[in-house]
């Protein structure tokens, strides 16, 4: 059955994927969602005979149904491939009672790549699809890994550009070395003086000046988003988890119909959304354990049933996760308010004229589903160092956020079902705080040197990824006040046009 799209915000506009994928946020700025959510058409048994590939054939299908097979194959072939070290493309590792689903394979080591290594894909097939002309430009805000990944993915893709902006001092020191030292004649890398929320405001606030999208369009330009508000990436965020449980099924490790739980650290809220639609598709699973850093807004949500980002911005370890903002939170207060577009509409202008939000009662009563807890920073440098010392496997303060929210979900409910946690990033990409969890002593080491003793202790090579920025030349160096970002895009567009 066809798939159509249209806004959490108005029933107006019911496009196909292929132009949801290219518009990335709907003309009201709302998000785009599924008229329904398909359910899985191939029994659990069934997928865990099947590659990554497969699985995600199989899942995506159901989604963008104006794709054809071919189109969708060559998609998924060209995403996923030797970019990732492993053919298992998401692999499942077992530690202290729980599976981690390692999301970090990709070429830029963390979970964003899951996703970003098809988008480009997606949507280059999209716009043949739609006889677009324009050159498509992408314009991302990052807290740090969605940037990378996204440059990755666009770098020379050909009718592509790409710009991404970041908070100057709020993602890692390798995190930004992976950014400035991106190649490729398409890519554009600034920081930006202000934190991820103003960074994703600006790139909001651009796609919703409809005079800036003449003028651009009079250039040859359109403008497209790679956030995780596009459709074009939550959809592939889905196959991972039918994909682990499929591998678990298939491994006897559970068994047929069993529910499991699902512990997600979160920021934007759609890696766990994913979750949730999965869930929604068929897929047994439990509770959707949504693990917070000390920038606990979505806690504070699912205990009072009010959303408030009133509240001051805290710099973490897990600095992708640093957000009071959590865009994909939409397509879930669309859901609860019972496919309610008026409703929707209304708590986010109080969003974004108050900051804050309350659900009614019946709302409320809809999020049984979900768990939420929080993460301080001492428990997640505490709970790197007890995964080190008990099983000697290294996680990153991302999923150790999750894994310290995941212990406290099980001690107050003694829920002992099995569970995986979404493993968001490698070690390799946060080696300093890492390293100072597990021994202090190295603080003084460089970054690179700590790449190199973390490798040592964990017994785990040093990835592409780290080697590759080691020592490349830093080739992006715009930096602009947060109500510059316009202008920026602007000279952008126009300089190139020039040469
Ligand atoms: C983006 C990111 C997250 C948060 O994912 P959302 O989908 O935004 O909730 C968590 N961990 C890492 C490492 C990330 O890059």
Excluded at 105 to 123: E, N, Q, R, V, Y
Excluded at 304 to 319: A, I, K, Q
Excluded at 395 to 420: F, L, M, Q, S, W
Aim: overall charge negative; hydrophobic content about 40%; glycine content about 8%.
């Amino acid at each position: 059955m066809e798939v159509l799209y249209h806004s959490t915000r108005s029933d107006a506009e019911a496009v196909s994927a292929s132009t949801a994928i290219l518009k990335g946020l709907a003309e009201d700025g709302g998000l785009f969602v599924p008229d329904h959510i398909p359910a899985l058409d191939r029994s659990l048994r069934e997928l865990s005979q099947m590659s990554y590939q497969e699985v995600a054939y199989e899942v995506m299908k159901l989604y963008l149904t104006d794709f054809t097979q071919e189109e969708l194959k060559s998609c998924i072939r060209k995403a996923y491939d030797e970019k990732f070290d492993t053919s298992q493309i998401a692999p499942l590792a077992w530690a202290q009672g729980a599976y981690y689903l390692e999301l970090f394979h990709g070429a830029t080591i963390a979970f964003k790549d899951m996703a970003l290594s098809i988008l480009p894909h997606l949507m280059t097939v999209s716009a043949k699809k739609n006889a677009v002309k324009n050159e498509i430009v992408i314009l991302t805000a990052t807290s740090g890994d969605t940037g990378k990944a996204a440059l990755a993915g666009f770098a020379d893709v050909e009718g592509t550009k790409i710009i991404v902006f970041y908070p100057k001092n709020g993602v890692s020191p390798i995190q930004e070395k992976q950014m400035v030292t991106q190649k490729g004649k398409n890519t554009y890398v600034v920081g930006i003086h202000g934190n991820f929320d103003d960074a994703q405001s600006g790139v909001k606030a651009i796609f919703s000046d409809r005079q800036f999208a003449r003028e651009a369009a009079g250039m040859g330009y359109q403008f497209s988003s790679a956030n995780s508000i596009n459709i074009g990436r939550l959809v592939p965020q889905v196959v991972y988890y039918v994909y682990a449980y499929a591998k678990l099924l298939g491994e006897g490790k559970i068994a047929e119909g069993e529910t499991i739980n699902v512990t997600v650290p979160t920021g934007n809220f759609g890696n766990i959304l994913a979750a949730f639609y999965a869930k929604n598709m068929g897929l047994p699973i439990g509770k959707l354990i949504c693990a917070s850093n000390e920038n606990k807004v979505l806690y504070d949500f699912f205990s009072t049933g009010s959303y408030d980002r009133n509240r001051p911005f805290v710099l973490t370890t897990s600095p992708s996760m640093d957000i009071l903002v959590s865009s994909n939170l939409e397509r879930l207060i669309y859901w609860i308010a019972g496919n309610d577009t008026h409703k929707d509409a209304e708590l986010m202008q109080a969003l974004n004229k108050e900051g804050r939000y309350g659900l009614t009662e019946g709302m409320r009563a809809q999020l049984g589903d979900f768990y939420g807890n929080y993460a301080r920073e001492e428990e997640v440098a505490g709970t790197i160092r007890s995964l080190y010392e008990e099983c000697g496997y290294v996680i990153d303060p991302h999923t150790a956020v999750a894994a310290t929210v995941y212990r406290k979900y099980v001690e107050e409910t003694g829920d002992g079902r099995v569970t995986v946690i979404a493993s968001t990033a490698s070690p390799f990409k946060f080696t300093r705080s890492v390293m100072e969890a597990i021994d202090p002593k190295v603080a003084s080491l460089g970054d690179f040197e700590l790449a190199d003793e973390l490798s040592r202790i964990a017994n785990v090579k040093v990835p592409r990824a780290i080697e590759e920025i080691r020592n490349a030349k830093v080739v992006h160096d715009t930096v602009c006040e947060k109500d510059e970002m316009k202008q920026v895009v602007r000279a952008i567009l126009a300089g190139d046009k020039m040469r």
